[in-house]
């Protein structure tokens, strides 16, 4: 299938797109980005999504180009014009082309908007049945990881460390606390509770934290946001990573030893069947 981009206004093949060399995210990394998953050719929490991308577009100066029904239109005129039914929208403004310097450019420069759809490929069952691999990583990114920008080199960094050791993520600690995974959020559950590291600036806040918290309260899972010392990771009974492409998965092993038994447990189990339940949903089924 032809792959669809969207480039500042035009639609074109993916192969067409082009920006200019002193675009600032080329240069510098200077935008931000938000992934949408995309089931049943329905985008899935888009509300939270778009209020995401507003936030991190505030968080570092750019004016946002679009309204949100601006936006909205962009991401279903995306999905339609591609036949997968599962589908992933990503988008990226950056602050725009201009002469390099690392202080904003003056105005008027118009923010670069760039938006392309993949097909979504989820976990399958046996990944799901079995769980993934992880590796323990010292957190080195910067201390603004709430924002959802484009500069990734510490979560590249860490990921392709992850990928070396053939480990699926990466579970990072600073100072002796839990942040999260390169590309994902990580959950810790101890008997029937679940914890995870509170929404301040050394964690981006996954749209899956809200969902999390709905399914929990849906499945009488006791849930906590709270630091979480390394010494509790290591003794977890599970571990479970969340994103937009991955949805949830069991961790069940960590730098080469099992979590808890070593195989999915029961609070990954109810939260997994949970989203899906959600998802049945909005397909209507």
């Not at 329905?42 to 180009?65: C, E, T, V």
């Not at 589908?87 to 690392?102: L, N």
């Not at 806040?205 to 630091?227: F, K, M, N, P, S």
Request: glycine content about 8%; charged content about 25%.
């Amino acid at each position: 299938m032809a792959q669809i981009a969207y480039l500042n206004g035009e639609f074109m093949p993916i192969e067409e797109a082009r920006v200019p060399v002193l675009d600032r995210g080329f240069i510098f990394g200077d935008g931000v980005y938000e992934v949408v998953p995309v089931y049943a050719r329905q985008p899935f929490r888009w509300p939270q999504h778009l209020a995401r991308l507003k936030r991190s577009l505030a968080a570092i100066g750019i004016d946002n180009p679009n309204d949100d029904d601006g936006w909205t239109r962009l991401v279903v005129d995306l999905v339609a014009r591609h036949e997968w039914a599962d589908q992933f929208v990503y988008m990226q403004v950056t602050r725009g082309v201009a002469r390099r310097d690392h202080a904003f450019p003056k105005p008027p420069v118009r923010p670069t908007v760039f938006a392309m759809s993949s097909e979504l490929v989820l976990p399958g069952a046996e990944q799901v049945e079995r769980g993934v691999a992880a590796i323990s990583l010292p957190d080195e990114r910067w201390l603004h990881c709430d924002i959802k920008s484009t500069s990734l080199l510490g979560n590249v960094l860490a990921r392709q460390a992850a990928v070396e050791a053939r480990a699926a993520e990466c579970v990072m600690f600073r100072d002796g606390f839990l942040t999260e995974g390169s590309a994902s959020n990580i959950w810790v559950a101890r008997g029937e509770r679940l914890y995870g590291p509170p929404t301040d600036n050394l964690v981006l806040q996954g749209v899956r934290y809200g969902l999390i918290q709905e399914l929990c309260a849906d499945a009488g899972i006791a849930l906590q946001l709270r630091r979480i010392l390394r010494e509790e990771v290591q003794v977890a009974d599970e571990l479970i990573l969340s994103s937009a492409t991955k949805e949830v998965l069991a961790i069940t092993s960590l730098d080469g030893r099992p979590v808890g038994t070593g195989k999915p447990g029961p609070v990954f189990r109810n939260l997994h069947a949970a989203y899906q339940k959600v998802k049945a949903r909005l397909a209507g089924r």
